[in-house]
């Protein structure tokens, strides 16, 4: 995305200038809102009737065939050559970050609400945050200020989206009419908590769902060192999670009947998981955990919550209370904390390295200045 600037286009000459945090920033934001509209498409989907491992393996291939030739032609050339140390990799990405991961939320929401499945989501940040701390990839440093303010931030971000689910507190805002009712759409019409369904087991699938999700994160950040085409290592890693579900596949669902998509909606809700929950995402995604961190892109799920909060109000008519308002200020808040954490970490690295460097060319200058004037060896006399 950043690094792609050589193009002639006012638009894209237009995004290049802007600062790269910013890109980030926009990027993540508007990455939380593709998500928030796959969590209300995702159950929309399951009411209908649709197979979880059909909707699942059908976005994957619209996943693939999306990034696929974005792969191939724009990576051509920078696209280190495959070996088998870096299939086994892309195996394991898939098979945590795609087979894992998606499997475990398709089964979990089934069992609960979108509502719930994005707050449970939040824990997201604080997995990520240990698993990168513990595998070295995310510096923490309690005797700084920069690791406490990362710490605080990534608590505060986990507390508020707490306060989202668990404390309603008085109404601040109702709406008059929901979307729904005044312009008729039946896809929204059929959203809710899941009935007769087993919400404890749910809540183990969505605990699943966050760890697999929090480790394709971690695992996503030596991979792309190694193997810097962003595109192509979505592409692998896609590709295997369709071979992997395709053989899960074989195994459940072997009636034809179920790979059928029998209406309009179905079909929506296919292409919305495809193209913007699977290869928009995942694109953008990884793009963020290269420039920003995996810490940088998990913090921002928390903002997920709030999105999911402010679409439930206007489309299904849910009303807003002041515990969505107190939690989105400490979800903003902790935002803030990581960020800055961040920001004077990156400060403090630069400054190390200058100094590192300073002792280095005072040497090599004053080497230069008192070479000629040594006398010459006296072993050769």
């Known amino acids: 995305m950043a690094d792609s600037c050589s193009g002639s286009g006012g638009g894209k000459r237009m995004w290049c200038s802007v600062p790269e945090r ?3 920033h926009v990027a993540m934001l508007a990455l939380q809102f593709g998500y928030a509209g796959f969590h209300v498409v995702s159950r929309a989907a399951l009411n209908m009737g649709i197979s979880k491992i059909v909707f699942i393996v059908y976005r994957n291939v619209i996943a693939f065939l999306l990034l696929l030739p974005f792969a191939y032609f724009l990576e051509k050339k920078d696209r280190p050559a495959i070996t088998m140390n870096f299939l086994l990799q892309f195996f394991l990405l898939a098979l945590v970050g795609i087979t894992a991961n998606q499997g475990f939320y398709l089964l979990g929401l089934d069992n609960t609400s979108p509502t719930f499945a994005s707050a449970i989501q939040n824990s997201v940040p604080a997995i990520t945050f ?3 701390a513990i595998l070295r990839i995310e510096q923490v440093r309690l005797n700084r200020k920069d690791g406490i303010a990362k710490v605080a931030g990534t608590i505060l971000c986990v507390a508020g989206a707490s306060v989202i689910t668990l ?13 729904h009712r005044s312009i008729d759409l039946p896809i929204l019409g059929g959203l809710g908590d899941a009935n007769g369904k ?3 087991l749910g809540c183990i699938y969505l605990i699943g769902h966050c760890l697999s999700w929090s480790g394709w994160l971690v695992l996503q950040a030596p991979v792309l060192k190694k193997y810097p085409a962003r595109l192509s290592v979505t592409s692998y890693t896609c ?8 053989i899960i596949a074989a195994f459940i669902e072997r009636t034809p009947q179920a790979w059928l998509v029998h209406s309009g909606a179905e079909v929506f809700s ?18 963020c955990i290269d420039r920003g961190g995996p810490v940088f892109v998990a913090v ?6 709030l999105v999911v909060a402010l679409m439930a109000s206007i489309a299904l008519g849910e009303q807003f209370y002041l515990g969505g308002i107190i939690g989105a200020v400490l979800i903003i808040s902790g935002l803030y904390f990581v960020l800055w954490g961040k920001s004077e970490e990156a400060k403090f690295a630069k400054q190390k390295v200058a100094i590192q460097s300073a002792p280095a060319h005072s040497a090599k200058t004053a080497s230069s200045l008192t070479q000629p004037l040594l006398p010459p060896s006296s072993e050769s006399v």
């Open 22 to 24: 910013v890109q980030l």
């Open 167 to 179: 404390y309603k507190g008085p109404t601040i805002y109702s709406p008059a009419t929901p979307l």
């Open 130 to 132: 240990l698993m990168a």
């Open 198 to 200: 087993n919400w404890t």
């Open 239 to 246: 590709f295997f999670g369709l071979i992997q579900f395709l």
């Open 270 to 287: 296919v292409f919305y998981a495809g193209v913007v929950a699977s290869g928009i995402a995942f694109a953008v995604q990884i793009w």
């Open 300 to 305: 921002y799920q928390p903002v997920q919550t």
